[in-house]
């Protein structure tokens, strides 16, 4: 079945620490995004991709770095320069990067501090 | 900035019943708009989605209506059962820019 896959789906940081969650998708879609999701709070962007082996900082993306070597992948580290990374990632992909496509998303990683 | 939100953070309907989820906007010029559906511990579902060019979209079971005049849009979701249990928010276009911006969802409790 087509669709995206996050892992994992619970991670955990000690200080210092930089980890990388992992975004695949096998939908053919140019386009990847990865949002950060707090209780109470819309999603909000924090990098996405329009195509391969480009990307663009999203409203939040300090302390956070992304790589798109390759269109199925867009991988996101959090890095020890996040002070408050305890939240939801969701990653999302859709056809381009219009704002007038939807964007379908995976299943998430929560990512607490130890 | 732009905004897209929602009016109320908890609907509660009994099953059967139908319910309405409501969503305000606020650029005038946003042409496109998605409902998604969240259970817990799980990523966004779309549901449906409506351009600018209708006021009204059918889906199994949902409506969407958009009314441009007030810039508000609303999920109607009739015959509501348990499963339909989640958070539901719209999401709408960022001006000048090719990303959506999201709203901060209403709970839907469905009790039996």
């Known amino acids: 079945d087509g669709g995206i896959t996050q892992s994992p789906k619970y991670l955990f940081r000690k200080e210092g620490q930089n980890v990388t969650l992992s975004c695949e998708q096998n939908l053919n879609h140019d386009a990847m995004y990865w949002y950060r999701q707090d209780p109470g709070q819309g999603l909000r962007l924090i990098y996405y991709?329009?195509?391969?082996?480009?990307?663009q900082k999203g409203d939040i993306a300090e302390g956070y770095s992304v790589s798109r070597e390759k269109k199925e992948s867009f991988p996101l580290t959090v890095t020890s320069a996040q002070k408050n990374p305890t939240a939801f990632y969701l990653c999302a992909s859709s056809i381009s990067s219009h704002s007038n496509q939807p964007q379908h998303f995976g299943d998430g990683t929560r990512l607490s501090i130890l | 900035g732009e905004s897209v939100g929602l009016h109320l953070p908890t609907l509660s309907v009994q099953e059967g019943d139908n319910s309405i989820i409501n969503c305000a906007y606020s650029?005038?010029?946003?042409?496109?708009f998605i409902w998604y559906k969240q259970e817990s511990g799980k990523g966004p579902q779309f549901i449906i989605d409506i351009r600018s060019n209708m006021d009204k979209r059918q889906g199994q079971r949902v409506t969407v209506l958009l009314n441009k005049t007030v810039k508000h849009l609303s999920l109607q979701i009739a015959a509501t059962q348990p499963g339909d249990s989640a958070v539901y928010f719209c999401a709408g276009p960022h001006t000048g820019f090719q990303k959506l911006v999201f709203g901060t969802g209403t709970r839907l409790l469905v009790s039996p």
């Open positions: 991709s329009q195509i391969v082996n480009d990307f």
């Open positions: 650029n005038s010029a946003s042409d496109y």
